[in-house]
């Protein structure tokens, strides 16, 4: 069974600072990583997702995926107040139907 | 921007109690997923659906059963509640099954059962 692993568990940052998240994961077929932002007592939203090894951004978001090492991070760069959710780190597995596998969480708190 | 709504918001049942969760999306999306997000062990797949009358089986079925009666419309149905499924139900969907489709989540169900 595929593994998600987060960390850190929490972050708390200054409201301008870049925020950097981490995620690493078991199987080497993971198709594509997605990350996922949850708002207390909303549903999580598709934030950005990548499926090539290498970085990706889109304006404040870059994603890194190295697959030799497992590992994902997305970084949020000048970090908002606005930004202070739960980040979910979540892969697909290739020949898995769409389903996702979801890592615990990020919880990211940024400060005024 | 997909839409997906869940009903109801919060419910509270006993132990044995039966219970149905629903689910609407209103983009025409093929799939459509059940899931519970408990502490410690994050969002996990219940039943999963590629159009209606079809149910796939997710990774943690027991104690549930699933109906997509239409494109629109997929229910959970708890038929004896037990306490260990007290819990925050999400469900999602999407317009394919690929790795590059985005899942859109419902803003979700709380579950108690005493």
């Known amino acids: 069974q595929e593994k998600v692993q987060q960390s850190p568990e929490s972050l708390i940052v200054p409201e301008g600072a870049m925020s950097s998240l981490n995620c690493t994961f078991s199987n080497s077929a993971s198709q594509s990583i997605w990350w996922y932002q949850q708002h207390p007592g909303k549903g999580p939203e598709a934030l950005i997702s990548i499926f090539s090894n290498g970085n990706k951004k889109e304006g404040r978001l870059t994603v890194y995926l190295n697959r030799a090492s497992l590992h994902v991070s997305l970084h949020i760069r000048d970090s908002q107040p606005s930004d202070s959710a739960v980040y979910l780190c979540a892969v697909i597995i290739t020949g898995n139907t769409g389903k996702l596998i979801f890592g615990l969480g990020t919880t990211l708190q940024v400060q005024p | ?114």
């Open chain 2, 1 to 114: 921007e997909a839409a997906v709504t869940q009903s109801p918001r919060n419910k509270v049942t006993v132990t044995g109690g039966n219970v149905t969760l629903s689910c609407r999306q209103t983009n025409s999306h093929n799939y459509m997923y059940w899931y519970r997000q408990d502490t410690g062990h994050g969002l996990r797949l219940i039943h999963y659906s590629y159009g209606a009358g079809n149910l796939q089986i997710g990774d943690v079925p027991d104690g549930y059963k699933a109906t997509r009666t239409t494109q629109e419309d997929f229910f959970l149905l708890l038929e004896l509640a037990s306490p260990s499924q007290t819990s925050l139900y999400f469900c999602a969907s999407s317009d394919a099954e690929g790795a590059r489709d985005t899942q859109y989540f419902g803003p979700g169900t709380r579950l108690l059962v005493l």
